[in-house]
């Protein structure tokens, strides 16, 4: 599974951004796709999830200004970024978790697509 993160840039606080993924390969092996993001000097984090049945979970840091939604049908996940703060300034990753339909494999089976900086001034 190929993932093809688009989107990220620089934008000023109170602004938005919107990210898009797009998975390819195969792509019955995915399950849950989603979002995290890493800033300098600190750990991944999850920024937000969507199940395959498009049940979100978002990390509360950004519960009411992130949406996630998903298009199954071209296996795309976008994450709109609204109202934004400097502290999300971060490299952000596109995430799919590895399925055959028996419940998530092991996390370090995920896949993972490159990062996509976005930078937000204050």
């Known amino acids: 599974v190929q993932l093809q993160a688009y989107g990220g840039g620089l934008v000023q606080a109170g602004g938005s951004l919107r990210l898009s993924c797009a998975a390819s390969g195969d792509i019955l092996s995915i399950g849950a796709m989603g979002w995290y993001r890493q800033a300098p000097g600190e750990q991944r984090k999850l920024v937000a999830t969507i199940t395959s049945g498009g049940n979100p979970n978002y990390a509360d840091s950004v519960k009411g200004r992130f949406t996630i939604t998903r298009d199954s049908a071209k296996d795309t996940v976008v994450l709109q970024m609204n109202s934004l703060k400097p502290e999300d300034t971060a490299v952000y990753y596109c995430?799919?978790?590895?399925?055959?339909?028996?419940?998530?494999?092991?996390?370090?089976?995920?896949?993972w697509g490159q990062g996509t900086q976005v930078t937000v001034s204050s």
């Open positions: 995430n799919a978790q590895r399925d055959y339909g028996l419940g998530r494999e092991p996390a370090e089976y995920d896949y």
